[in-house]
């Protein structure tokens, strides 16, 4: 039976577009929420303190009449609260994104994230919920993060100025933290958060909790049930799938985003690293409706967008993810340009680094940002992230001029032959792009001994000191509290090729 080509690339019905083909969806991919973390015992002069309020912190973006909610984790809870939806399409914005908490209010008029649960819980859309705005992110065409919080603020209290009743701003509590936090417990509010005042929207968010110990990213969603949680499937490391489903929730925050709107191929170990494997490139069968299914060239791919999905999957024995080079709203046009750097037999790791860096300099002499990232086994995966509009030849076309270079430079070491015989144990320098290739993402572990991770690095790190097996599934976790997504700037690439690749060309 022939695949309606109309549908190739859809999901469930079709996103409205606002005047230049954006949707609140593709908004929504350009942005992450703020973290949130625990405060110190005192706050300086100068910051906007406001309620913890107790409910469930989304996403609100809108273009045109697109309106989407999602949450942290990049679940869709649009249909949920018709309510917000409709009161944010009122507000006669053309562009907006807005960071709040969907609440539902008690028999006192207090938020209650119990009450919000135990009515989601039931199935139903939550009529009586109310939108509480912390911050505006986005304005008609201005990207507000990089501006002081408190123009933000007042750009928020003008969106909001005629707003129905089930959007409100957080308004702020005056006073010391100690006096706040002492009013807040009286009224049973789980704890208040402060931010500076002349703080962008990346300045940190520091969570003051009225009790001994809160959960701040509690989640709507249902815990997706584990199977077999103490199977072993690292064998010399005794690693369980409980371990692994652990760490997988701790950096979903980190590894959602890349793998938003893109298509996945699953690499499974039921048994074990030791074991037999297979990738899975099509949706299970009775797999959850919130794994999203899309077809792409007549198969049903899997994508990723929430954390029960990837939670699902790893209970799956799901170990390593690799994605497409490009996203289900522009298939044709990758995110980035690749050079793959495989070693071979003959490779020592200090060759592989003095390659990598011979690579990031002929990046910086074509005026090109990268960022490089472990494979998680022995090479090293350097990217260029692209302005839309790039295609997958141009991307390949930047690659085989690096490579070239390469194999110029140090005959000797590098390769651009794909055929393992035919390599002499040299490091292939891979430049192959196309559509439906795949590279593992970031923070995905591999079947190696230890749990090694594909971890993004700061170019500065890597020297022949480094070990790449370090980035394991016990050492990331406190690596990226630290450190943050060194592979952020691929989810927003604004590179163009053009002028880098007549260069390559007059060579």
């Known amino acids: 039976m022939g695949v ?22 593709s908004l929504a991919r350009q942005l992450i929420l703020a973290p949130i973390t625990t405060g110190d015992v005192a706050t300086p002069a100068g910051q906007l303190i406001e309620p913890a309020w107790d409910g469930h912190r989304v996403l609100a973006t809108v273009v045109g009449d697109d309106v989407r909610i999602a949450a942290l984790d990049f679940r869709d809870w649009t249909h949920t609260f018709p309510g917000a939806v409709r009161a944010l399409g009122k507000l006669g914005a053309a562009k907006l ?35 509480i705005c912390w911050d505006l992110l986005w304005h008609g065409e201005d990207d507000l993060r990089g501006l002081p919080l408190a ?14 009743a089930t959007l409100m701003r957080s308004e702020a509590l005056s006073g010391t933290l100690a006096r706040v936090l002492e009013a807040a417990a009286s009224l049973g509010l ?53 371990d692994i489903v652990g760490y997988y929730r701790d950096v979903a925050t980190a590894l959602l985003p890349h793998m938003l709107d893109r298509p996945v191929v699953v690499q499974r170990w039921p048994d074990g690293i030791d074991e037999f494997d297979w990738y899975q490139h099509r949706v299970p069968p009775r797999a959850p409706d919130y794994l999203r299914a899309a077809w792409v060239e007549g198969v049903r791919r899997i994508v990723i967008e929430n954390g029960d999905a990837l939670l699902w999957m790893v209970n ?18 990758p995110d980035y340009a690749m050079i793959d750097l495989d070693p071979g037999e003959r490779t020592t790791w200090p060759d592989v680094v003095e390659i990598a860096h011979a690579v990031r300099r002929v990046l910086e002499l074509l005026e090109l940002p990268s960022v490089i990232k472990t494979s998680g086994q022995r090479g090293l995966h350097i990217l260029v992230p692209l302005a839309r509009g790039h295609t997958f030849e141009q991307a390949e076309q930047l690659g085989r001029g690096v490579a070239s270079l390469m194999l110029r430079l140090m005959p000797d070491r590098c390769t651009i ?59 990331v976790r406190a690596r990226l509290d630290g450190r943050g997504d060194l592979a952020a700037p691929l989810l927003a690439g604004a590179t163009q090729l053009s002028r880098a690749l007549a260069q390559l060309r007059a060579q």
């Open 4 to 25: 309606d080509k109309r549908r190739r690339y859809s999901n469930k019905g079709r996103r409205r577009r606002g005047p230049t083909g954006e949707t609140a969806f």
């Open 97 to 131: 994104a807005i960071d709040g908490v969907v609440c539902v209010l008690d028999d006192r008029g207090a938020p209650s994230f119990d009450q919000l649960r135990a009515t989601v819980a039931q199935g139903a859309a939550v009529t009586n919920a109310v939108l």
């Open 151 to 164: 123009e933000r603020r007042k750009r928020l209290e003008s969106v909001l100025a005629a707003a129905p």
């Open 190 to 242: 789980r704890g208040v958060v402060a931010r500076a005042l002349d703080g962008d929207y990346t300045a940190p968010w520091c969570a003051y909790s009225t009790a001994a110990q809160i959960d701040w990213r509690r989640s709507l969603s249902p815990p997706p049930p584990l199977s077999n949680a103490d199977k072993v499937l690292y064998p010399r490391d005794g690693i369980c799938k409980r």
């Open 316 to 333: 799956q024995a799901g170990l390593t993810y690799h994605g497409f080079g490009s996203r289900l709203s522009s298939l044709t046009e």
């Open 417 to 475: 032959e794909n055929e393992k015989e035919k390599r002499q144990g040299k490091l292939l320098v891979d430049h192959k792009q196309f559509m439906a290739k795949t590279l593992v993402l970031p923070y995905s572990l591999r079947a190696a001994d230890g749990a090694t991770v594909s971890t993004p690095l700061a170019w500065d790190e890597l020297t022949a000191a480094l070990d790449p097996r370090s980035f394991t599934l016990r050492s």
